[in-house]
T-cell receptor, first 111, second 112 residues
Framework: GENVEQHPSTLSVQEGDSAVIKCTYSDSASNYFPWYKQELGKRPQLIIDIRSNVGEKKDQRIAVTLNKTAKHFSLHITETQPEDSAVYFCAAPNTGNQFYFGTGTSLTVIP | KAGVTQTPRYLIKTRGQQVTLSCSPISGHRSVSWYQQTPGQGLQFLFEYFSETQRNKGNFPGRFSGRQFSNSRSEMNVSTLELGDSALYLC???????????FGPGTRLTVL
């Protein structure tokens, strides 16, 4: 089955700086990689995703890059704001809609 | 469109009891997945149902079971509750396989 590792587990940045979170996966057949943001007491919400046929995808201040050869993908948040503070999870699929999640990164943006 | 809903939102049970949680997916979504979220283990996949059939199952004991009805609503059941079953149980629905999953607010289960 799939194995997803996520680093770092905690990350503190100054407001306005960039944040990068990295995930590695093991199954070379995986072809869809979502990133979720979970604020305290709330449900995980998809913030960006990427399919294996592209190397990068951007949505305003958020971007995801994928390196299929190295089997890793990264979340990049630029110009961080206090409301970006949350736990971020990466995920990779097994079969069907069975997803393996990383252990999460707690991001704190210091005003 | 209404989002994914889960009931109840909070539950307190004692060891040995059983519990049933309910999930209503987004209209038109036929895939419903269940996850257990704990501080130590993160989000762990329990099972997925698609068109009333269990399509995938995670590595959980047989005390954890589920089903899906013809309207795509899903229930999960945990029998003989243990202290370690205390967690947030999330369900997620999806329109297509290998596509975005929409999570419900979760059911917070506390086992005393």
């Amino acid at each position: 089955g799939e194995n997803v590792e996520q680093h770092p587990s905690t990350l503190s940045v100054q407001e306005g700086d960039s944040a990068v979170i990295k995930c590695t996966y093991s199954d070379s057949a995986s072809n869809y990689f979502p990133w979720y943001k979970q604020e305290l007491g709330k449900r995980p919400q998809l913030i960006i995703d990427i399919r294996s046929n592209v190397g990068e995808k951007k949505d305003q201040r958020i971007a995801v890059t994928l390196n299929k050869t190295a089997k890793h993908f990264s979340l990049h948040i630029t110009e961080t704001q206090p409301e970006d503070s949350a736990v971020y999870f990466c995920a990779a699929p097994n079969t069907g809609n069975q997803f393996y999640f990383g252990t999460g990164t707690s991001l704190t943006v210091i005003p | 469109k209404a989002g994914v809903t889960q009931t109840p939102r909070y539950l307190i049970k004692t060891r040995g009891q059983q519990v049933t949680l309910s999930c209503s997916p987004i209209s038109g979504h036929r895939s419903v997945s269940w996850y257990q979220q704990t501080p130590g283990q993160g989000l762990q996949f329990l099972f997925e149902y698609f068109s009333e059939t269990q399509r995938n199952k995670g590595n959980f004991p047989g005390r954890f079971s589920g089903r899906q009805f013809s309207n795509s609503r899903s229930e999960m059941n945990v029998s003989t509750l243990e202290l370690g079953d205390s967690a947030l149980y999330l369900c997620a629905s999806s329109l297509l396989t290998g596509n975005e999953q929409f999570f419900g607010p979760g059911t917070r289960l506390t086992v005393l």
